[in-house]
């Protein structure tokens, strides 16, 4: 689907579905440097079990127009501009790493417009080493490969993909590699720069469930404590052996948490 | 800067894709010689069906040791996942089915291996697609053969059986200029060799029968995705609605939204496969598993024999030519340098300075070098194109595809190379007294 949000061209995957307004929706948002796509099993789910979906592609990247925004609060004005050029009233937020901050922010400055809040592979603060933020400011191939790097658990750094026939990382590092100059680095400061996490969290008045690798190095589990500590009704699944890359390394664990949840 | 850790290729030649099986312990990755896969419940199978949930259905679509190869393959050419197949014509109709359609086309080396000769030139075109045979040397002629209707550049990264090499880079931009893929063959080189996506290439496909089964005992194919072609990037858009508008077949799914880097494979999997049906049995996965476990080992080995055997050759009066990249006679030895520069491989060809019938005599004299239709087994094997592999070729085809009546092409195996030096030996002995 695409439409226009703050001006910009738009693409949000929505199951090759129309919106109906009879449906709750859900919005998935991605992380930094990544798109709709790492969504493709869960959202396509939902998508076929009475929700609509919107997983979105943010402001400069994927298939929308547009550049980046420059902070996780921005980000979350702009799921909240989403849901008002669709038309959609209310929704469900499900947002991974960068996105899950989006996603909060989103509802603790729009309260009244989301219902369920899912944070998956989240931290507050989200700090980003000077080494990874080096290589993005340069556009460097390395800032690819060391997300990508840092992104698996030990174990799916060899393969083992749910999906037949995928090579996780290597699918993970041709989609960090088709990010616009610039764009990686703009998530990246945008994450560092994010400070407010526990005040939002406290701020939030819809149900919350945390989603979290239980091996996650780029947001370790330990990290969201604080955050969901804050929340008023809050609930924390962690999934064993899995990275910060939870959609891929464990699909259907991730999808049978939100599914009990949304 | 410090750079991130990469798993190196032996290791992952070794692991890429497998791990200890979690029911039984089993270090081997087992053989799941089943044809279909139990559903949790009905709500799971539903999900399975439609794309929801990732698993196994029915081993034509996929199944778990077929699984472990393709992401071996993958990790091992820089790919983003692959699809194992019955064969690597398997593998190239996969590709080229995925791509096109009734109307469309197709520019081609014209040095290419017989059997997809055969397909592009007399099979396809029944089914509407026309391919255009070109000098794989020549960059105008690859851009002159290019037309409004043309989806897809192919070739092999060592020409079947001149060893032309195929200038990757140069190829791979041309073919995005016009925005369209360039599929390369890999068979001969294999990833330790040559890794054409890192050369720009979109698709990789091998004959899984040769170098990375390694043993002669199985027939298979591997189609790689890199993952980086745009197939609705500016220049390709309206090309490829195969992948970019919505397939009935699907629930409407438009498979390069659905992935943004794996549509391709996508589409080739919930199409190719599932209605043409090339899917490779677990046993020869398994089989290819192992062969690929020494892959490095076995080509540095090849490459180092069939160096022996190349300079026995050259320096042989029987000999008329030798067609080796290596060599600096050959036309594209400065190219091989750069693209290939851990050798080039251990299947060549050579002329005999003799008649027809001394060539005959030579294969007839050989005992250690089988005279078969196969290459890229761990025994020496010889053939004689022009009666055997390109047969059906005219006397004119056979001439632009550099194939002389007398060429003897070799395909160098692990024995010890003086064993295989005095077989050729006596062999070249015998055919100067015929």
Same mark, same amino acid.
């Given at each position: 689907?695409?439409?226009?949000v703050?001006g910009?061209?738009t693409?949000a995957?929505t199951?090759?579905?129309?919106?109906?307004?009879g449906l709750p929706?859900v919005v998935?948002?991605?992380?930094a440097?990544?798109?709709?796509?790492v969504?493709a099993?869960?959202?396509r789910?939902f998508a076929?079990?009475?929700f609509n979906?919107?997983?979105?592609?943010?402001p400069?990247?994927?298939?929308s127009?547009?550049?980046p925004?420059?902070s996780?609060?921005?980000?979350?004005?702009w799921i909240?501009a989403?849901?008002?050029a669709?038309?959609?009233?209310?929704?469900?937020?499900v947002g991974?790493?960068m996105?899950?901050l989006?996603?909060?922010?989103?509802?603790?400055r729009h309260?009244?417009?989301v219902?369920?809040?899912?944070?998956?592979g989240t931290a507050?603060?989200?700090?980003?080493?000077?080494?990874l933020?080096?290589?993005a400011r340069r556009?460097?191939?390395?800032a690819c490969?060391?997300?990508?790097?840092w992104s698996?658990?030990a174990?799916?750094q060899?393969g083992g993909?749910q999906v037949?026939?995928?090579?996780l990382?290597?699918?993970a590092?041709?989609?960090?590699?088709?990010n616009?100059?610039?764009?990686?680095?703009a998530?990246?400061?945008a994450?560092?720069?994010?400070?407010?996490?526990d005040?939002s969290a406290?701020?939030?008045r819809?149900?919350?469930?945390?989603?979290l690798?239980?091996?996650d190095?780029m947001a370790?589990a330990?990290?969201a404590?604080?955050?969901?500590a804050?929340?008023?009704?809050a609930?924390?699944v962690?999934?064993p052996d899995?990275?910060?890359?939870?959609m891929?390394?464990?699909?259907?664990?991730v999808?049978?948490?939100?599914r009990?949840?949304? | 800067?410090?750079k991130?850790k990469?798993t190196?290729?032996?290791?992952?030649?070794?692991h890429?894709?497998?791990r200890p099986?979690p029911?039984?312990?089993?270090?081997?990755?087992?053989?799941?010689q089943s044809?279909?896969?139990?559903?949790p419940?009905?709500?799971h199978?539903?999900?399975?069906?439609n794309m929801?949930?990732?698993?196994?259905?029915y081993?034509r679509i996929?199944?778990?040791t077929?699984?472990?190869?393709e992401?071996?393959?993958?990790?091992l050419?820089?790919?983003v /996942?692959?699809?194992?197949?019955?064969s690597?014509q +398997?593998?190239l109709?996969l590709a080229i089915v =995925?791509?096109?359609g009734? #109307?469309?086309h197709?520019?081609?080396?014209?040095a290419?291996?017989?059997?997809?000769?055969n397909l592009?030139d007399?099979t396809?075109?029944r089914?509407?697609v026309?391919?255009?045979?070109?000098d794989?040397?020549d960059?105008?002629?690859?851009?002159?053969a290019?037309?409004p209707?043309?989806?897809?550049?192919?070739g092999e990264?060592l020409?079947?059986?001149?060893l032309d090499v195929l200038?990757?880079?140069?190829?791979?931009d041309?073919a995005?200029d016009?925005g369209?893929p360039?599929l390369v063959?890999?068979t001969?080189t294999?990833?330790w060799?040559?890794?054409?996506?890192?050369h720009g290439?979109d698709?990789?496909f091998?004959?899984?029968?040769?170098?990375l089964?390694?043993h002669?005992v199985?027939?298979?194919?591997l189609?790689?995705?890199s /993952?980086?072609?745009?197939w609705d990037?500016p220049k +390709?858009r309206?090309k490829?609605?195969t992948? =970019?508008?919505p397939?009935a #077949?699907f629930h409407?799914m438009v498979f390069?939204e659905?992935?943004t880097?794996a549509?391709f494979?996508l589409?080739a999997r919930?199409e190719?496969i599932r209605d043409f049906g090339?899917c490779?049995?677990?046993?020869t996965?398994f089989?290819?598993?192992?062969?690929?476990?020494t892959l490095p080992?076995?080509?540095?080995?090849?490459?180092?024999?069939?160096r022996r055997?190349?300079?026995?050759?050259a320096?042989h009066p029987?000999?008329?030519?030798?067609?080796?990249p290596?060599?600096?006679?050959?036309?594209?030895h400065?190219?091989?340098?750069?693209?290939?520069?851990?050798g080039?491989?251990a299947?060549?060809s050579?002329?005999?300075?003799?008649?027809?019938t001394?060539?005959?005599?030579f294969?007839e004299a050989?005992?250690?070098f089988?005279h078969?239709?196969?290459v890229g087994?761990?025994?020496s094997?010889v053939?004689?194109p022009?009666s055997?592999?390109?047969?059906?070729m005219t006397?004119?085809d056979l001439s632009?595809a550099g194939?002389?009546?007398?060429?003897i092409?070799l395909?160098?195996?692990?024995e010890?190379p003086d064993?295989l030096?005095?077989?050729?030996?006596?062999?070249?002995?015998?055919?100067?007294k015929?």
């Amino acid at each position: 689907m695409r439409t226009v949000v703050a001006g910009h061209d738009t693409y949000a995957y929505t199951g090759s579905r129309a919106v109906d307004p009879g449906l709750p929706t859900v919005v998935f948002v991605h992380g930094a440097g990544n798109d709709h796509s790492v969504w493709a099993l869960q959202s396509r789910y939902f998508a076929y079990h009475g929700f609509n979906v919107l997983a979105v592609d943010l402001p400069g990247h994927g298939r929308s127009g547009g550049t980046p925004l420059s902070s996780v609060e921005a980000i979350g004005d702009w799921i909240g501009a989403l849901l008002g050029a669709t038309g959609i009233a209310k929704a469900a937020l499900v947002g991974h790493s960068m996105g899950s901050l989006a996603a909060l922010e989103c509802a603790a400055r729009h309260r009244d417009r989301v219902t369920k809040l899912a944070l998956v592979g989240t931290a507050a603060p989200m700090p980003v080493s000077e080494l990874l933020l080096d290589a993005a400011r340069r556009n460097d191939h390395v800032a690819c490969e060391l997300i990508t790097g840092w992104s698996y658990s030990a174990g799916k750094q060899i393969g083992g993909s749910q999906v037949p026939g995928l090579w996780l990382t290597g699918n993970a590092l041709r989609l960090l590699e088709r990010n616009r100059p610039g764009t990686l680095y703009a998530d990246l400061v945008a994450c560092n720069e994010y400070g407010t996490g526990d005040a939002s969290a406290a701020k939030v008045r819809c149900p919350v469930l945390a989603i979290l690798g239980a091996r996650d190095l780029m947001a370790p589990a330990k990290s969201a404590r604080a955050l969901i500590a804050a929340v008023a009704d809050a609930k924390v699944v962690t999934i064993p052996d899995c990275g910060h890359a939870l959609m891929a390394e464990e699909p259907d664990a991730v999808l049978d948490a939100l599914r009990a949840f949304l | 800067m410090t750079k991130p850790k990469t798993t190196h290729f032996d290791t992952l030649s070794l692991h890429a894709g497998a791990r200890p099986d979690p029911e039984t312990g089993a270090r081997a990755t087992p053989i799941y010689q089943s044809a279909s896969f139990v559903f949790p419940d009905s709500d799971h199978a539903a999900a399975l069906f439609n794309m929801e949930r990732a698993g196994h259905v029915y081993s034509r679509i996929s199944n778990p040791t077929c699984a472990v190869l393709e992401e071996r393959i993958a990790a091992l050419e820089g790919g983003v /996942g692959s699809i194992a197949t019955a064969s690597g014509q +398997a593998a190239l109709h996969l590709a080229i089915v =995925t791509l096109l359609g009734a #109307g469309e086309h197709i520019v081609a080396s014209r040095a290419l291996y017989g059997g997809s000769h055969n397909l592009l030139d007399f099979t396809l075109p029944r089914f509407g697609v026309t391919t255009t045979f070109v000098d794989p040397r020549d960059l105008d002629a690859w851009r002159a053969a290019i037309r409004p209707e043309t989806r897809l550049l192919f070739g092999e990264t060592l020409g079947n059986p001149g060893l032309d090499v195929l200038d990757i880079p140069r190829v791979a931009d041309l073919a995005h200029d016009h925005g369209l893929p360039l599929l390369v063959d890999s068979t001969f080189t294999t990833p330790w060799l040559l890794q054409p996506l890192a050369h720009g290439a979109d698709l990789v496909f091998h004959s899984a029968t040769k170098f990375l089964s390694g043993h002669g005992v199985v027939i298979g194919g591997l189609l790689v995705d890199s /993952g980086q072609f745009g197939w609705d990037g500016p220049k +390709a858009r309206g090309k490829f609605p195969t992948l =970019t508008e919505p397939y009935a #077949g699907f629930h409407n799914m438009v498979f390069s939204e659905e992935s943004t880097t794996a549509g391709f494979l996508l589409r080739a999997r919930r199409e190719g496969i599932r209605d043409f049906g090339a899917c490779m049995a677990p046993f020869t996965a398994f089989q290819i598993l192992q062969g690929i476990e020494t892959l490095p080992l076995r080509m540095a080995r090849h490459v180092e024999n069939a160096r022996r055997v190349v300079a026995f050759l050259a320096a042989h009066p029987m000999v008329e030519s030798v067609g080796y990249p290596e060599l600096p006679d050959h036309p594209d030895h400065a190219l091989a340098s750069k693209l290939l520069p851990k050798g080039c491989g251990a299947v060549f060809s050579f002329n005999l300075n003799g008649s027809r019938t001394q060539g005959r005599t030579f294969v007839e004299a050989l005992k250690l070098f089988s005279h078969l239709a196969n290459v890229g087994d761990a025994k020496s094997l010889v053939i004689h194109p022009a009666s055997t592999t390109h047969f059906r070729m005219t006397a004119e085809d056979l001439s632009r595809a550099g194939i002389t009546e007398g060429m003897i092409r070799l395909s160098v195996g692990l024995e010890n190379p003086d064993d295989l030096i005095e077989d050729l030996s006596r062999a070249l002995h015998a055919a100067g007294k015929a």
